[in-house]
């Protein structure tokens, strides 16, 4: 029987919030989906012709009959797909003075602007932040750039391998007695959407009360070594450089991964407590009770001893009897899944992971939710768009009459696509 006094949802959070998204590629973009994902709406401004860099990082094409290396038609690029959903795509060159003139109008009508064009560019084409916020004082406007305003020499490009290098986290990521290693997402650029993201919605939250914006900068340099959190203590208190411990961890043992008989798992004992579940679960009493692994500092001094005994034990069995064991002993632990296989399980044990949308050029499409739930809160859902797919309905929106449309598309410097 269905409850006719059930309280109807609440609308998101960010609805009736408008963003102008000038951004590109990926730290940007993936700020603006959060945003989308809680409700607002977000404009993605592109360049006719190629779009967002990302719209060619390919392959994988979805929905192309070929995955090989020339773009096969209507497939959609994986990497675009990732972080575009939930938004409008208006396709206009910004040399063409009514198209300039529209986005300006745009940002000005907007209560969030995120861009990440090179220093100097936004203040040429009078989409800074002055600009912007001469005509809308409360505008919070977000700065994306690799090294920041400040950084020496100016205009320096930051792309994530070079921020994972000049970070310190590729020096501190690897086997111990190998070269330093790049994580194997862009992980600079997904620390800094967040950043970007938080800001973002401080700077609303405080717009909201006094009618004044602000302007955000969020860098990749500096997101990374934030995100770098325990290690860049460690060297501030040390002055010394953190090693690298490969699959293992520089202060906490056990807390790594582990052969067993036919795959690899993560045993993640964090405090003294679950390190005697985890001798009792593997039947090893003698190491509960061996004084030298008593405590998390005696565990570290005698690392060597005692991983060899815990990985001798646990290359006896394979590792589903162990994860069943250490699980129900509440012991820290997992499998070493690849993507795809995470993905199938996590959605298959109720962490609903993913959604499937219908994109209008490539069908079906299955997309990864954000990391977060508002329990009661519905979650907007629609699919990456294609190039320019809502050009005419947002220039209409802005003020600009349908033959100046006509005719800006007709020049090129406006893309609209036919629609499937």
């Given at each position: ?13 960010l609805?009736?919030v ?5 951004s590109r ?14 409700g607002?709406?977000?404009v993605?401004v ?23 290396t ?6 959609e690029?994986?990497?675009?797909l990732?972080v ?20 300006q109008?745009l ?5 969030v602007v995120?861009?990440?064009?090179r220093p100097g560019v936004v203040?040429r084409?009078?989409?800074?932040y002055?600009?912007?916020s001469a005509?809308?004082?409360a505008?919070?406007y977000c700065?994306?750039?690799g ?6 020499p100016a205009?320096?490009?930051g ?19 190998g070269?330093?290693?790049?994580v ?5 650029d997904v620390l ?10 401080g700077a ?10 602000e302007?955000i900068?969020?860098?990749l340099i ?16 040390t ?8 699959n293992?961890?520089?202060?906490i043992?056990?807390y790594q991964?582990f ?5 690899d ?9 679950l ?6 679960a ?5 190491l509960?009770g061996d004084p030298r ?7 570290v001094?005698h690392r060597?001893e ?9 290359r ?6 162990w994860m069943?064991v ?8 997992g ?11 996590a959605?298959?044990?109720g962490?609903d992971?993913l ?7 490539v069908g ?22 294609l190039?320019?797919?809502?050009s005419r309905e ?6 600009v ?12 410097a ?7």
């Amino acid at each position: 029987m269905s409850d006719t006094h059930a309280e109807p949802a609440a609308p998101p959070p960010l609805a009736g919030v408008r963003v102008a998204d000038l951004s590109r590629v990926l730290a940007g973009p993936y700020a603006t989906m959060l945003l989308a994902d809680m409700g607002a709406e977000v404009v993605k401004v592109e360049q006719p012709g190629r779009g967002d860099d990302t719209r060619a990082w390919g392959p994988p094409w979805a929905g192309a009959a070929d995955a090989g290396t020339e773009k096969p038609g209507p497939g959609e690029s994986a990497y675009f797909l990732s972080v575009n959903r939930n938004k409008r795509s208006l396709a206009v060159d910004l040399k063409d003075p009514e198209g300039l003139a529209a986005v300006q109008d745009l940002c000005a009508s907007s209560d969030v602007v995120v861009q990440n064009f090179r220093p100097g560019v936004v203040d040429r084409l009078g989409l800074g932040y002055a600009d912007v916020s001469a005509r809308n004082p409360a505008v919070v406007y977000c700065s994306v750039s690799g090294f920041g305003p400040e950084h020496e020499p100016a205009a320096r490009p930051g792309f994530d391998i070079v921020v994972q290098a000049e970070s310190g986290l590729m020096a501190t990521t690897g086997p111990a007695e190998g070269p330093a290693s790049k994580v194997g997402v862009a992980l600079t650029d997904v620390l800094t959407g967040l950043n970007a993201a938080v800001g973002v919605l401080g700077a609303l939250m405080r717009a909201r009360t006094t009618g004044r914006g602000e302007h955000i900068s969020a860098s990749l340099i500096n997101s990374t070594l934030s995100g770098l959190v325990n290690l860049t203590q460690q060297a501030l208190v040390t002055g010394t450089e953190p090693a690298r411990a490969g699959n293992a961890h520089t202060t906490i043992v056990p807390y790594q991964v582990f052969p067993t008989a036919d795959a690899d798992i993560v045993v993640a004992a964090g405090n003294d407590s679950l390190y005697l579940r985890l001798c009792a679960a593997l039947d090893r009493p003698d190491l509960g009770g061996d004084p030298r692994y008593a405590t998390n500092p005696g565990r570290v001094e005698h690392r060597g001893e005692l991983v060899a005994e815990l990985s001798r034990t646990l290359r006896s069995r394979p590792a589903d009897h162990w994860m069943g064991v250490l699980v129900a002993a509440g012991v820290p632990a997992g499998r070493v899944r690849g993507v795809l296989d995470a993905l199938r399980t996590a959605d298959a044990r109720g962490d609903d992971v993913l959604r499937t949308v219908e994109h209008p050029a490539v069908g079906p499409l299955e997309l990864v939710r954000a990391g977060f739930r508002m329990d009661g809160t519905p979650t907007p859902l629609t699919a990456p768009p294609l190039l320019g797919q809502h050009s005419r309905e947002l220039l209409t929106e802005l003020g600009v009459d349908g033959a100046r449309v006509d005719a800006m598309i007709e020049r090129g410097a406006v893309h609209q696509p036919d629609l499937p």
